[in-house]
């Protein structure tokens, strides 16, 4: 068997292209320009590459984003101002802190002073907790984004065996939570998980956010299962892998997503898409009731 790849560039790219008519749309209707804004903390090379493109990313869509940058000493309490600002700039609609910290940061106290209604992440724990009993105002943008390549490729995920492989608040347990939320039988293994290939096995979507290159074999993996590789590696020679063999794996797998071009891109998108959910809910709280999107299915839910 050779697998089908699902192609995270271009889903994202559909779906880039409805938010574009989305904002263009909202823009026009109530002079409300989605307007994003992204807190860098420190000078880690990688996390200006991601906030760079996250940024592109809301330009090529007529999404406007404003980058704040702050050192990585900044005194917590200037931090917090400054997130207390946005939350009452009405031209803001999502606030972004990019993670990880540099040390010594709380990130607890950071992302809590977010207001829920512009937390697009989804980190906040209101919005953590909404996502446990179903009635979250934004998903976390990986695990849903992982959702919507599922659903764009028509894969069923009611009744279904999903094995998540990474427990973290970011991907692993949510993902968990949404796969839960769908009716799926669901398995989350961890570091401390004995014979991973026991639970790997039984997977009919595998879901792996380890950070481990190479962690998941093809002995490893039911023939036809769907494979989801969230990992980013950086391997010495340079090249960036995820966690999933994709060669071996690809012979047995039915679906397979590539990294780079897998979930990495559909993290974007979602997080433009939470953005136009939440300029959205803003014009609604302030001037009413706005007609439906043109779209007949709303992108910016978790169905
Ligand atoms: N507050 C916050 N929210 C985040 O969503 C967040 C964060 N902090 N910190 C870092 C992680 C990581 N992340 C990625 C986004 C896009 C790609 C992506 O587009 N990857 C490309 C390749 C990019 C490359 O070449 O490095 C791909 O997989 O094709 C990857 C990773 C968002 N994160």
């Not at 592109?56 to 990585?72: F, H, Q």
């Not at 879901?207 to 969230?230: E, F, K, S, W």
């Not at 979930?263 to 009731?289: C, D, I, K, W, Y």
Request: hydrophobic share 45%; net charge neutral; glycine share 8%.
């Amino acid at each position: 068997m050779s697998a089908r790849i699902l192609d995270g560039r271009m889903i994202g790219r559909a779906i880039r292209n409805r938010i574009k008519t989305d904002v263009a749309e909202l823009s026009e209707l109530a002079s409300a320009t989605p307007g994003l804004a992204v807190i860098l903390i420190g000078d880690d090379p990688a996390s200006r590459v991601y906030v760079t493109n996250k940024m592109k990313a809301c330009a090529d869509v007529g999404i406007r984003s404003t980058l704040i940058e702050y050192p990585k000493d900044v005194p917590a309490e200037a931090l917090i101002q400054s997130i207390e600002r946005l939350n009452d700039d009405p031209t803001i609609h999502g606030i972004l802190v990019q993670l990880p910290l540099p040390p010594h940061h709380d990130v607890r106290a950071v992302l809590h002073a977010i207001s829920i209604e512009k937390d697009v992440d989804g980190f906040h724990l209101y919005n953590v907790g909404g996502l446990v009993v179903g009635d979250t105002i934004f998903s976390p943008c990986t695990p849903f984004g992982v959702m919507k390549i599922l659903d764009h490729a028509r894969i069923p995920v009611e009744g279904r065996n999903v094995t998540i492989v990474g427990a973290s608040n970011i991907v692993g347990k949510p993902m968990a939570l949404m796969m839960m939320r769908r009716d799926a039988t669901v398995a989350v293994c961890h570091a401390k998980t004995r014979d991973l290939a026991q639970y790997t096995i039984l997977a009919d979507i595998l879901v792996v956010a380890a950070g481990v290159p190479n962690l998941i074999l093809p002995q490893m993996v039911r023939t036809g299962a769907v494979v989801i590789d969230v990992g980013i590696n950086r391997l010495p020679d340079g090249r960036l892998v995820g966690d999933v063999d994709f060669e071996g794996v690809s012979r047995k797998a039915s679906f397979i997503t590539p990294v780079p071009g897998g979930v990495g891109p559909m993290t974007v998108t979602m997080l433009l898409v939470n953005t136009l959910s939440a300029a959205r809910r803003f014009v609604e709280q302030t001037h009413g009731p706005i007609p439906a999107p043109v779209h007949p299915e709303d992108i910016t839910q978790l169905a």
